[in-house]
């Protein structure tokens, strides 16, 4: 088997992020104390809440692992795990600032020029600055080399952009989109060429924020559409025409952390406020044996980012199993309980159900469905 | 013998099992004498034991990845309850431990009592009366590490069961899981604490979700090696789709498996408290047998289904050692309960503390 491209060493012991657990742990307890923020399930789509995430920013959680010349703050990956791990856990809203941290600021360190880096980066770090992903398309799903948002140079250098992308959690909320775009016209013989990606400010004229309804009636997802948007010719992200590569090596970030297995956590937590009796207590370990793996698979990936390695495939396979867990949590705990799910339930383990529930479809479906990620991992086999 | 060894103990395991290919275990053809001989010509059945003590010395990880490599190789030997549980136990015990080259196994089931013929308080002389149930190599072993109670505690008494009669039985792929009965057998013993009666509980644990992980590993690696080679509808098995999905399911259940496993192992060497650990480790590696043995069923197709192929020599043990040394039902209760020990609240600290 091609283990050795599926299988990643074992994630080193790290006191360094045992002590910024211990840290996150305490800011957290006090801040469901004083009543701040709620514990809900998925809140990194659903958690908008700047004044929070300003709070992580001003604690030094966010930006952790760049270099402090950009606002980072010079940590390892380990340590941004462990406090990533205990806000999902704490069902904290971190929806404003998580995808700006996890993924667009990496991109921006990777690929960006320098000033973009010192414009934005320190501005993320504090938990001011939001991002969306601007990938998908109306007609652009799973086969993202089929997008049409197209940008073409005007006389002054700009980018003159037009199209729609979609999906794009909180844009209503949010300052930038790294948008790809085709900036040569579709090859039939190379499908991964000819496309780039932009970082482009939200508030320009041109563009409309559409909201797309999910199935809780959450404000999350958008349509954003692109008219005739004149982008400054200076906000090209990395090279014109490496989007594919770009948007690969972005992906290994967004399929990678603990939000892939910890979406439902709140439900879980939930249950084991009430499960005493033996099948219960049965239920809840089957559940923690499976969470406990999934930890495991996704400490090894951010020791791997430590060692600066890239593991897009071993990424795609948490991403598959975690999903997946994330999905059965709710089915499992139904059957060990008599709660009806719903979102007006007087029991909190209700709430949690139907939450989970209502989310669900998502799960399996963001950053890449399951059936492409098993494509990539069956790669990783050497089947393909 | 280090722990840099690692990888040469491995090398020579597989280097052994070339001249021994697994066959299938009758009442006649029990086990694998002739394997087992020339593992322990090597010194690898007394490995993780120190050499002052009759062994050949090595770490648990030493010990840990020749059950691996054994396992994998569907080969039939007690390697995993020696190594792993019961020299251990006997070694912490304080009892003198058999030759390694005389197969030692393990007792944690049925009802076994033991009378102090002494004082009782430490190593000394018991009377065993009852029926060790589920014997692993029942038959096969010289030597029994059986966890017996008795009135001022658990007790772990060595008792020397060659030639002594079996009712015999055996699990799904035909390994010895007999029982002995025991009707006021003298043997040396000494006194556990409940805490250490319940780690060599998990450690038996343990050491099957290790055997269980190798094997995963293995019948994922024959799969993707038949839908490499299996050729139909003129292309090979794995260049279809629907076959794809299904070994990435396999891969991802593997691979997950192995996580925890491997954490877990170290968090032994560590000298953590092993309990929950071994717990999970043991759910987790029994759940993904469901999926990866019916899929690798499915992918062989009909061939994999017959004695004829080597498939069965894994997949029958897989389904057999996901219920050994505790079901994945009581080891999930154990889990549940022990996360929920310091409250209702306080799952998820518990949670980040098990590996």
């Known amino acids: 088997m091609g283990s050795n491209s599926l299988t990643l060493a074992p994630a080193p012991r790290s006191a360094a992020a045992e002590e910024v657990r211990a840290e996150v742990r305490e800011f957290l307890a006090a801040e469901l104390a004083a009543g701040s923020f709620t514990t809900h399930v998925d809140t990194w789509l659903s958690g908008v809440d700047p004044?929070?995430?300003?709070?992580?920013?001003?604690?030094?959680?966010?930006?952790?692992?760049?270099?402090?010349?950009?606002?980072?703050?010079?940590?390892?990956?380990?340590?941004?795990?462990?406090?990533?791990?205990?806000?999902?856990?704490?069902?904290?809203?971190?929806?404003?600032?998580?995808?700006?941290?996890?993924?667009?600021?990496?991109?921006?360190?990777?690929?960006?020029?320098?000033?973009?880096?010192?414009?934005?980066?320190?501005?993320?770090?504090?938990?001011?600055?939001?991002?969306?992903?601007?990938?998908?398309?109306?007609?652009?799903?799973?086969?993202?080399?089929?997008?049409?948002?197209?940008?073409?140079?005007?006389?002054?250098?700009?980018?003159?952009?037009?199209?729609?992308?979609?999906?794009?959690?909180?844009?209503?909320?949010?300052?930038?989109?790294?948008?790809?775009?085709?900036?040569?016209?579709?090859?039939?013989?190379?499908?991964?060429?000819?496309?780039?990606?932009?970082?482009?400010?939200?508030?320009?004229?041109?563009?409309?924020?559409?909201?797309?309804?999910?199935?809780?009636?959450?404000?999350?997802?958008?349509?954003?559409?692109?008219?005739?948007?004149?982008?400054?010719?200076?906000?090209?992200?990395?090279?014109?025409?490496?989007?594919?590569?770009?948007?690969?090596?972005?992906?290994?970030?967004?399929?990678?952390?603990?939000?892939?297995?910890?979406?439902t956590y709140p439900l879980i937590a939930e249950f084991a406020r009430r499960a005493s009796d033996p099948a219960q207590l049965a239920a809840l370990g089957r559940i923690s044996a499976r969470l406990l793996a999934l930890r495991q698979l996704s400490l090894r990936i951010a020791g791997a980012l430590d060692r600066g390695e890239l593991p897009d495939i071993p990424a795609a396979l948490v991403k598959d199993v975690g999903t997946t867990f994330e999905a059965d949590v709710i089915d499992e705990v139904r059957r060990a309980v008599d709660v009806p799910a719903s979102l007006d339930s007087p029991d909190p383990l209700g709430r949690a159900l139907a939450e989970a529930q209502l989310h669900a479809p998502g799960y399996t479906l963001r950053g890449g469905t399951n059936e492409i990620l098993r494509g990539i991992v069956a790669r990783g086999l050497g089947l393909r | 013998m280090t722990s840099s060894d690692v990888d040469l103990v491995v090398e020579t395991v597989r280097d052994i099992l070339t001249g021994h290919e697994p066959f299938v275990l009758t009442p006649e053809r029990p086990w694998d004498a002739g394997l087992w001989s020339a593992l322990a010509e090597a010194g690898l059945t007394g490995v993780g034991v120190p050499e002052e003590a009759g062994g050949s010395g090595g770490e648990l990880a030493d010990a840990v990845a020749i059950v691996g490599a054994l396992a994998a190789g569907a080969a039939a030997v007690p390697v995993a309850e020696q190594l792993l549980v019961a020299a251990p136990a006997v070694l912490a015990a304080d009892l003198d431990l058999p030759a390694p080259e005389e197969p030692l196994s393990i007792a944690v089931d049925g009802a076994v009592t033991a009378e102090p013929r002494d004082d009782g308080d430490g190593p000394g002389s018991w009377t065993l009366t009852g029926t060790a149930t589920d014997v692993a190599w029942a038959g096969v072993a010289q030597h029994l590490a059986v966890l017996a109670t008795s009135p001022v505690g658990p007790v772990l008494a060595l008792v020397h069961v060659a030639g002594r009669e079996v009712t015999a039985a055996a699990n799904l792929a035909g390994e010895p899981r007999g029982s002995y009965v025991l009707q006021g057998v003298t043997a040396p013993g000494a006194l556990l604490t409940g805490a250490q009666a319940e780690q060599l509980r998990a450690r038996y644990a343990l050491a099957r979700a290790v055997q269980?992980?190798?094997?995963?590993?293995?019948?994922?690696?024959?799969?993707?090696?038949?839908?490499?080679?299996?050729?139909?509808?003129?292309?090979?098995?794995?260049?279809?789709?629907?076959?794809?999905?299904?070994?990435?399911?396999?891969?991802?259940?593997?691979?997950?498996?192995?996580?925890?496993?491997?954490?877990?192992?170290?968090?032994?060497?560590?000298?953590?408290?092993?309990?929950?650990?071994a717990a999970a480790s043991k759910v987790r590696a029994g759940a993904a047998v469901e999926v990866v043995a019916r899929l690798a069923h499915q992918v062989h197709g009909a061939i994999g289904f017959t004695q004829e192929h080597r498939l069965h020599h894994l997949t029958r043990r897989c389904w057999s050692w996901r219920d050994e040394a505790g079901t994945e039902t009581a080891w999930a209760r154990v889990l549940g309960a022990g996360l929920l020990g310091d409250g209702p609240d306080a799952l998820w600290p518990a949670l980040t503390r098990v590996v």
């Open chain 2, 212 to 277: 269980l992980s190798a094997a995963l590993q293995q019948v994922l690696a024959w799969t993707v090696q038949y839908a490499g080679e299996r050729q139909q509808f003129g292309r090979p098995l794995g260049r279809f789709q629907a076959i794809q999905m299904e070994l990435a399911e396999m891969a991802g259940e593997v691979t997950a498996v192995a996580a925890l496993v491997d954490a877990a192992v170290q968090a032994v060497e560590r000298g953590e408290s092993l309990v929950l650990a």
């Open chain 1, 51 to 263: 004044a929070f995430s300003r709070k992580l920013g001003e604690r030094g959680w966010l930006g952790m692992t760049w270099p402090k010349r950009y606002g980072g703050h010079e940590r390892t990956a380990m340590e941004r795990y462990a406090v990533t791990e205990e806000l999902l856990a704490a069902g904290a809203p971190v929806a404003a600032h998580w995808i700006a941290d996890r993924q667009s600021g990496p991109n921006l360190l990777r690929y960006g020029t320098e000033a973009q880096r010192t414009e934005i980066l320190p501005r993320i770090a504090a938990g001011e600055c939001y991002f969306v992903i601007g990938m998908s398309e109306p007609d652009s799903g799973s086969d993202l080399a089929s997008i049409r948002t197209r940008a073409t140079r005007n006389g002054d250098g700009d980018w003159v952009v037009n199209g729609a992308k979609v999906w794009t959690s909180n844009a209503h909320t949010s300052h930038y989109a790294i948008t790809l775009v085709r900036t040569s016209p579709a090859d039939p013989a190379n499908r991964h060429a000819g496309l780039s990606q932009l970082l482009v400010d939200l508030s320009l004229p041109g563009i409309t924020v559409n909201p797309i309804r999910i199935l809780d009636g959450g404000h999350h997802f958008n349509e954003v559409v692109f008219d005739d948007v004149v982008v400054p010719g200076d906000m090209l992200l990395g090279e014109e025409g490496a989007g594919w590569h770009q948007v690969t090596a972005e992906l290994a970030f967004e399929r990678s952390g603990p939000e892939r297995f910890l979406s």
